[in-house]
């Protein structure tokens, strides 16, 4: 599903839900703008009573009661106003947190089942319909449905004055729809480009090392004003576009102005008007006719927000469709794999094509295989992370892609080959974030073997590890990363390439882990190029270009690798000393 515009009858229920329970609030606010705009004519009215009474009666009594009535007035519009952006303010930060969490789960997910690269753009668009709600940019959009009240007393005044006010109001009006339509287009594809070129510059940010090192900054500095040049381009286009209008749009105000007041002394010279009425008029007309005039102002944020929560009910009806299901029993950990076939959406040629596999409960697996044969990505459709084209993994018979999440995450242990840990504790880190039982993590620690380790930092399993384990070394972040892996007692482990970045006492560490798995009949899958790690496994499976070559016993598959490894040395040295006896034959002939 794209991020285009889902219809009302689409959206999604979680959305629904959150516009329902506001639906009140949003009430309250309409009427609140209805009574601010009503309240507006305190000033024309007090002007026109004041022209035409108390002038001309010179009564100071009259005076005193119009200035308490205009106070009491707009004492109450003032007080409207601030409930007004209360609410607004309210209601903006109950939606971000009713709906940013599940808007954040939707982007890991889109980046973990779709291939896309990683993103939060979820939560900015969030950010950006939230900002608009309790923003100043929202209000003359609530005002400009009140216009009409204002130019009604307009005309009770004078007719003719009426009609001027109703033309000008109708021209800035159409002003707004063709703001509308000459911007919209170009603020949209300003704001896609401009996506584009802040995810450039996030990739070169994450990838500082390497940027640094290999003087790549240039090159990227390039790419990025290149993408970054075009989203300005494409915002200049729609600024100047809208500016303009604007420009035009506050001339034709302004001359409306002078046009109502002109208008008025005409008509006060013939004695159809009142110098009030003249100079009431004048300020009625001002104020219909500047939330029209604020709103094309505002219009590109208003289409910023628009497409920000277009994007976020598409966010949140891809989340629905991952609803979770009820808890199932602690798995024994038997795990099978059905005809598995896998491809990244917009893929022709699959990653991994009928992968068949059985495991029973407390073996282990090794998985082994040329780089790109599809070993990570059979380890990610393990656990859950990929969902196949066609086929299942299934652990104790249940489908893992169909499983709920936060039940079965307490059930697997995970070691990407990618080692990602977090802003937190080395505490925190160990038992997934959560403040973790002290034993359970100390017993995790221990298994993996970095609990000497860990007591050495300055603080113990209290020490911060910075963002992305920045405070740590390759080996250690793999260490702390195993420890997490066995945290809470899993009854399926997987370990992607788990001995990449360590020494051999981390090694060492590791195959006693192992050893304790076995031992407490853990399902273990391992991936790894070392010989030494899949010593101890049940079975082994090699795989090569996406699909299986062999599957059995380890010491079967072995014992086959080894007689195909010298069938090819045998026919390579046959085919060299073909090749070297046509050249020496090659000059008798």
């Not at 609410?87 to 947190?97: E, F, I, Q, V, Y």
């Not at 090159?219 to 989203?231: G, Y």
């Not at 277009?310 to 966010?315: G, N």
Request: glycine residues 10%; aromatic residues 4%; hydrophobic residues 50%.
């Amino acid at each position: 599903m794209t991020n285009a515009a889902i219809p009302a009858a689409q959206k999604p229920a979680l959305l629904t839900s959150a516009l329902q329970t506001c639906r009140s609030g949003f009430m309250a606010v309409v009427v609140f703008s209805l009574c601010i705009n009503v309240l507006m004519l305190t000033a024309p009215l007090y002007m026109m009573q004041v022209y035409d009474r108390v002038l001309s009666s010179r009564s100071g009594e009259t005076l005193l009661l119009l200035l308490l009535i205009a106070l009491l007035a707009l004492g109450v519009m003032g007080a409207l106003d601030a409930l007004r952006g209360f609410l607004m303010n309210k209601m903006g930060a109950w939606m971000d947190g009713h709906l940013s969490g599940t808007i954040l789960s939707e982007s890991v997910m889109a980046h973990l089942r779709r291939g896309g690269l990683p993103s939060v753009q979820g939560l900015r668009d969030l950010s950006t319909v939230r900002n608009f709600l309790t923003g100043a940019g929202i209000f003359p959009i609530l005002d400009a449905p009140w216009a009409p009240i204002f130019l009604i007393v307009i005309f009770m005044l004078n007719p003719w004055l009426g009609v001027l006010s109703l033309l000008g109001a109708l021209a800035l009006f159409g002003l707004a729809l063709v703001n509308e339509l000459v911007t919209r287009e170009a603020l949209k594809r300003a704001g896609g480009a401009s996506q584009v070129a802040m995810s450039d510059a996030e990739a070169a940010v994450r990838n500082a090392d390497v940027v640094e090192a290999m003087g790549m900054m240039p090159n990227l500095l390039q790419r990025w004003h290149k993408k970054n040049a075009e989203a300005t381009a494409l915002q200049t286009i729609a600024g100047d576009k809208g500016g303009g209008i604007s420009a035009l749009s506050k001339f034709l105000r302004l001359f409306l102005q002078i046009a109502v007041l002109t208008l008025g002394a005409w008509l006060v010279l013939r004695g159809q008007l009142t110098s009030g009425g003249m100079i009431a008029a004048s300020i009625l007309m001002s104020r219909a006719l500047a939330p029209v005039e604020q709103a094309i102002g505002t219009w590109k944020m208003a289409i910023n927000a628009r497409q920000a929560y277009e994007r976020v009910v598409a966010h949140l009806a891809l989340a629905e469709q991952r609803a979770g299901g009820m808890p199932l029993p602690v798995p024994k950990g038997r795990l099978t794999a059905e005809t598995l076939v896998f491809a990244f959406p917009g893929q022709r040629d699959p990653l991994l094509r009928n992968v068949n596999f059985a495991v029973e409960a407390g073996e282990s697996l090794g998985l082994i295989g040329p780089t790109a044969s599809g070993k990570t990505t059979l380890a990610r459709m393990i656990v859950g992370n990929l969902q196949p084209r066609a086929g299942a993994i299934r652990l104790d018979g249940m489908d893992v892609a169909q499983w709920d999440r936060s039940d079965l995450g307490r059930h697997i242990g995970y070691l990407p080959q990618d080692i990602e840990l977090f802003a937190g504790t080395v505490r925190e880190n160990i038992a997934r974030m959560s403040e973790g039982e002290p034993e359970a993590v100390v017993r995790a620690a221990q298994l993996a073997g970095v609990h000497q380790m860990i007591l050495a930092m300055p603080k113990g399993y209290d020490t911060e590890i910075g963002a992305a384990g920045a405070a740590l070394s390759g080996g250690q972040r793999q260490r702390i990363g195993l420890a997490r892996a066995l945290y809470g007692n899993p009854r399926l482990v997987v370990l992607d390439e788990p001995n990449a970045n360590l020494d051999s006492e981390g090694e060492s560490a590791l195959m006693r882990a192992l050893a304790v798995l076995r031992q407490a009949k853990v399902t273990t899958v391992v991936i790894a190029h070392r010989p030494a790690v899949v010593q101890g496994v049940d079975k082994l499976l090699a795989l090569k270009d996406g699909t299986v070559m062999l599957f059995g016993p380890r010491d079967d598959v072995l014992a086959k690798l080894r007689a195909n490894q010298e069938q090819a040395r045998a026919q390579a040295q046959a085919a060299q000393a073909a090749a070297a006896g046509n050249v020496a034959g090659g000059p008798a002939a």
